[in-house]
């Protein structure tokens, strides 16, 4: 009895002992896989940002795709600034004359012509019209509104040895319009005055002041109207067109990039900002964009959207579309695809019809409309297929 007794007390007193040191064991384990999978984390986030380092090396160096296309350059004349107008008869030129643009004298409409003349556009004369920022004022010979210096010796020098300023000027000669073909017109009658708004809103107004029709593209101050010499009409806000009617830059030949391949990782896309920030009770939208209250149509804002795509490895971009010319969508989408280009994305762009299902429009109009996005949005690039 005393030796089971002594036992018990040894196992009384081994117990607790037993129990501490099989708790440490279980500690230790906790602590080395801790360690363990830190180790393991700093590996593969090292591993990770090597990827990253690596493919964006690739980027920098991954072939611009948009080197022999036409990507949203629109230099040409401008027509209106800010408070300036256009009445009907008065027409502003392309740089080369191709086009025009005014407002007809019967009808009071705004189109976008293409002229045909009876002789060449433009002749270039080589003139010398400044010595250090004086003008020439002797043995000159007026071209047309230039001058042009015809002193003797060296053309470019005087006879103290200043150097001329050899300028090439664009003379228009007096011609003939034999023929004029409408590319665009507003669609609207009894227009008096065509005029650029100090926020880049371009209105049409009848006599009594009334506006008949606009672009659309308020909150855009120190916009400017332009024509280019390859047929488009738009309005330009800094280098993007936030409004655009006329000639597409490319022609529909089949798909124009490579086709996607599945699994497709698409986004939508909304490119209906200012107009729609307001909710139907009038109220500003309660949340607000990282961007601020944003336009679609700002280049600032459609380079961060491409990039934020980008980044988050999108390889479509669904455009919400409710049909020709709505929301400004020619110059929205097309500033959208020649940025995805400029930036050299490899993002792709497609259309979503969205009024399909609620206006059941007929074959007819249906085929009208897929020909309106084949015309101005499928041939290009970014199109996806």
Sequence with gaps: NNNNNNNSGNEQRNTPAAAAGSKKKPDRLIIGLIILLFVV????????????????????EKPRIFDDYFVGKFDGTIILQATESLEPGEFAISPSGKYRVGLTMEGGDLVL?????????????????MINDTAILNNETSIGNETTSTKGGDPDTTDSGNVLET???????????????????????????????????????????ASVWSTGTHQHSGA?????????????????????????????????????AFPIRGAFY??????????????????EPDLGYYVSGDPAVVDTHIDQL????????????????????????????????????NIKWTIYYEDEWKLDPNQLQLKADYEYIKKYFAWHPTYAH
């Design 41 to 60: 984390g700093s590996i593969a986030l090292g591993l990770l940002q090597y990827q990253h380092g690596e493919e964006v090396k690739k980027e920098k």
């Design 113 to 129: 012509e293409e002229v045909v003349y009876d002789t060449p556009a433009i002749t270039n004369h080589t003139i010398t019209p």
């Design 167 to 209: 300028v090439t000027n664009n003379i228009e000669e007096e011609r003939t319009i034999l023929e004029t073909t409408t590319i665009w017109s507003a669609g609207i009658q009894g227009g008096a005055k065509v005029f650029l708004q100090t926020d880049g809103n371009l209105v049409i107004r009848n006599a009594a002041g």
């Design 224 to 260: 400017t109207l332009i024509v280019d010499d390859g047929g488009r009409i738009g309005v330009r806000f800094m280098e993007s067109l936030i409004w655009m009617q006329g000639v597409p830059q490319g022609i529909y030949q089949g798909p124009s990039s490579v086709d996607l």
């Design 270 to 287: 909304y490119a209906w900002y200012p107009q729609t920030w307001k909710v139907s009770s009038g109220a500003r939208a309660r949340f």
């Design 310 to 345: 980008e980044y988050g490895k999108f390889d479509l971009g669904i455009i919400s579309w409710f049909g020709p010319s709505t929301n400004l969508d020619i110059a929205r989408i097309t500033n959208l695809m020649d940025r995805t280009l400029e930036l050299n994305a």
